[in-house]
């Protein structure tokens, strides 16, 4: 039967759902016990191409057309900061330092590193919980076209890349 495969990894434990095509999944709570101190925030999609049937938002039903697609999602904790991966996994060093004032892809926050702090600024700013610096904006583009606006598919790339689903972290 045709269809398409709908993959969670939550904090490292990845499970999946077989769907029909032409049905939809509305994406469940985290499998898992919760981390103290964050709050389940929604499923980020890992999957840049994957174009029907999402929005913008972290949380959202995803209904792909296209036969056996699959679909990768990764569930995203937040206490304004973001946690995401394995606690075993140790996010990769950020390929460069800088002042912050410095063009440097993922660097949302201008800090001079690339972390799941700039994917929640990110996240923050979409929601206008928070602001980015002209130069944070245009370190945050990570997708194209890179002359649109931050949204949430450029955080979802950082957090990809912190996951190495990816390894170049602005798509050429
Ligand atoms: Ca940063």
Known sequence: MAGYA????DRGETTSVSV???QSVTLPAPSSAPVEGYAFAGWMLADEDFEDGQSEEPAFAVSPLTPTKVVT??????DGSIYTANPAQTPPPSPTSGTGDNDLPGDANCDGQVNA??????????VQLG??????????????PLDTPVSAA??????RWLVELITDLRQG
């Open 73 to 78: 999602l990764i569930a995203v904790y937040t």
């Open 6 to 9: 709908v993959i969670y990894i």
């Open 131 to 144: 602001n980015l610096s002209e130069q944070g904006k245009k370190n945050a583009k990570l997708t194209q």
């Open 20 to 22: 029909p095509n032409g």
């Open 154 to 159: 450029d955080a979802a790339r950082i957090l």
């Open 117 to 126: 702090a700039d994917a929640a600024a990110i996240l923050r700013y979409l």
